[in-house]
Nanobody
Framework: QVQLVESGGGLVQAGGSLRLSCAASGRTFSNYAMGWFRQAAGQEREFVAAISRSGITTLYADSVKSRATISRDNAKNTGYLQMNSLKPEDTAVYFC???????????????WGQGTQVTVSS
C-alpha cells in the first residue's frame, strides 16, 4: 500500500502560481510513477501531468503544458506540481496518484490521495 497526501492548494488570483505537493508513505515511492489529476465541480476527473519513477519522463495535458511542471524528490518521498499563470478554469480538486507507469489513463493508477482544492479567482 502507498498512502498519498496532497497539500499546497488554496485560493489564488488569476495569473498567480501554486506548488502542490504529494507526500507518499508506505511502499517505496521510487517504485511508482506519479500522476496528477483534477476534478472540477460537476465534471469528470481529468489528467494533468505524470512523471516516471526516475523523473526522466514527463507527460502533460495540453491545457497545462506551458504552465505546469511536474517533479519528484524520491529521497523525500514527495512529488510536486508547479502551476503558473493560473486561470479560473484551473479551479478544481487536484489529486495525486501512484501507479506502475507514467500515463494519462486514470484507471491505471493504483493509489490515490484525498485531493487538495485549488480555486482561482478572476
Amino acid at each position: 500500500q502507498v498512502q498519498l497526501v496532497e497539500s499546497g492548494g488554496g485560493l489564488v488570483q488569476a495569473g498567480g502560481s501554486l506548488r502542490l505537493s504529494c507526500a507518499a508513505s508506505g511502499r517505496t515511492f521510487s517504485n511508482y510513477a506519479m500522476g496528477w489529476f483534477r476534478q472540477a465541480a460537476g465534471q469528470e476527473r481529468e489528467f494533468v501531468a505524470a512523471i516516471s519513477r526516475s523523473g526522466i519522463t514527463t507527460l502533460y495535458a495540453d491545457s497545462v503544458k506551458s504552465r505546469a511542471t511536474i517533479s519528484r524528490d524520491n529521497a523525500k518521498n514527495t512529488g510536486y506540481l508547479q502551476m503558473n499563470s493560473l486561470k479560473p478554469e484551473d479551479t478544481a480538486v487536484y489529486f495525486c496518484a501512484a501507479g506502475p507507469v507514467a500515463q494519462r489513463i486514470i484507471n491505471r493508477y493504483d493509489y490515490w490521495g484525498q485531493g487538495t482544492q485549488v480555486t482561482v479567482s478572476s
